[in-house]
């Protein structure tokens, strides 16, 4: 790439990523679980085998980046019919073994944002120039269009064997499968990331990630306090792991929740594994928007009904996963909600008979 011509945009970030997959989740933690079906017949052979029944573990997160972020290097094929599944997502294209390019798990990723991003992979003494091209999915699994293999985990560098090669590491040494490295075949890898546009930017092409099948809540299992909705059985929810950019006037749907223990908010918060009272102006973001925890007790400012009001942000309006007892028996979040306590609510000067839903715009504080 020819940095000369990417002008001031460019932000040069560097990435050096050690063996570790017990340490990966740092301040991330697993988003959900999904059930492992059978591979269809002419999938029996690929790299990893589903367990029927089994759950598997998703992540919308990865590791914060730093100058010693932990990763895990594994082999995978960019051809049409190798074990990457589908074409990649950068460009609905498939790529030759003999070329360098990687998938980077679903956070590392960024919604796009590392797309046809040139990367320095440094490893057993040697360096390698590649291209990210698709997305590790650490968010779905176990279907056709992942080729029936788990959910990616959250620290995954997944490359070609043009990347092994150039990296000089014996054909026997490398990784037939994720299973593989997590018996000791790992790597120190030095990332070079050029990023020449926002990760925000990107966002603005956020398309669903997928569907979850609701199931019927037990009994009493569904608090539907402020009108909560509760999951429907056999009714199919649509998943996001992407919100809409964000800028000072970002437009979503301010919604009611209750942060309280007892509360149609479910759980603790994520944030802090703390309730928060109704008279606290706190917020839930959508997947998205919450950012792996990136915005954990950072304040936004709401306005609607030509006011405004600080909230913090403790928790995450989960739009991945739903219809289950962590989040209520409640359906995924849609990808453009801030979900606000009653606080918020009385400060905007909405009346209560119209308490709800409402359109707002927010900004970072």
């Given amino acids: 790439?020819?940095?000369?011509?990417?002008?001031?945009?460019?932000?040069?970030?560097?990435?050096?990523?050690?063996?570790?997959?017990?340490?990966?989740?740092?301040?991330?933690?697993?988003?959900?679980?999904?059930?492992?079906?059978?591979?269809?017949?002419?999938?029996?052979?690929?790299?990893?085998?589903?367990?029927?029944?089994?759950?598997?573990?998703?992540?919308?997160?990865?590791?914060?980046?730093?100058?010693?972020?932990?990763?895990?290097?594994?082999?995978?094929?960019?051809?049409?019919?190798?074990?990457?599944?589908?074409?990649?997502?950068?460009?609905?294209?498939?790529?030759?073994?003999?070329?360098?390019?990687?998938?980077?798990?679903?956070?590392?990723?960024?919604?796009?944002?590392?797309?046809?991003?040139?990367?320095?992979?440094?490893?057993?003494?040697?360096?390698?120039?590649?291209?990210?091209?698709?997305?590790?999915n650490s968010t779905m699994g176990c279907d056709e269009d992942h080729d029936y293999q788990p959910p990616c985990p959250n620290d995954i560098v997944d490359a070609l064997k043009a990347v092994w090669k150039a990296l000089g590491v014996p054909e026997d040494n490398w990784g037939e499968s994720m299973e593989t490295f997590k018996l000791g075949a790992f790597l120190i890898v030095l990332l070079v990331l050029l990023v020449t546009h926002s990760v925000e930017v990107k966002a603005q092409s956020c398309k669903p990630s997928g569907k979850i099948r609701g199931i019927k809540p037990p009994h009493g299992q569904c608090n539907e306090e402020n009108d909560s909705v509760c999951c429907v059985r056999g009714k199919f929810y649509t998943t996001y792991t992407c919100s809409p950019s964000v800028s000072n006037n970002t437009k979503a749907t301010l919604t009611l929740n209750s942060f309280q223990k007892g509360g149609d908010g479910g759980g603790p918060s994520e944030c802090d594994n703390q309730y928060h009272s109704d008279d606290t102006p706190v917020v839930a973001l959508s997947t998205g928007w919450y950012s792996g925890g990136g915005r954990c007790h950072n304040h936004i400012i709401i306005s609607g009904n030509g006011r405004s009001v600080r909230a913090m942000v403790v928790d995450e309006c989960d739009s991945t996963v739903g219809c289950d007892k962590d989040h209520d028996y409640q359906p995924p979040c849609p990808n453009n909600i801030v979900d606000a306590s009653k606080a918020v609510w009385k400060a905007l000067g909405i009346p209560l008979d119209n308490w709800g839903e409402l359109d707002i715009t927010w900004s970072d504080a």
Avoid at 15 to 20: E, M, N, Q, V
Wanted: hydrophobic content about 35%; some cysteine; glycine content about 8%.
């Fill in 1 to 136: 790439m020819d940095t000369s011509k990417l002008g001031s945009n460019i932000a040069l970030v560097v990435l050096l990523l050690t063996h570790s997959a017990d340490n990966k989740a740092q301040a991330c933690r697993p988003s959900g679980r999904i059930r492992g079906i059978k591979p269809l017949l002419d999938s029996a052979t690929r790299r990893m085998i589903l367990t029927a029944g089994k759950f598997y573990t998703t992540y919308t997160c990865s590791p914060p980046v730093s100058t010693n972020t932990k990763a895990m290097i594994t082999l995978n094929s960019f051809q049409k019919g190798g074990d990457g599944g589908g074409p990649s997502e950068c460009d609905n294209q498939y790529h030759s073994d003999d070329t360098p390019v990687m998938a980077l798990s679903t956070a590392w990723y960024s919604v796009g944002g590392r797309c046809h991003n040139n990367i320095v992979v440094s490893a057993n003494g040697r360096s390698v120039r590649a291209m990210v091209v698709d997305e590790c």
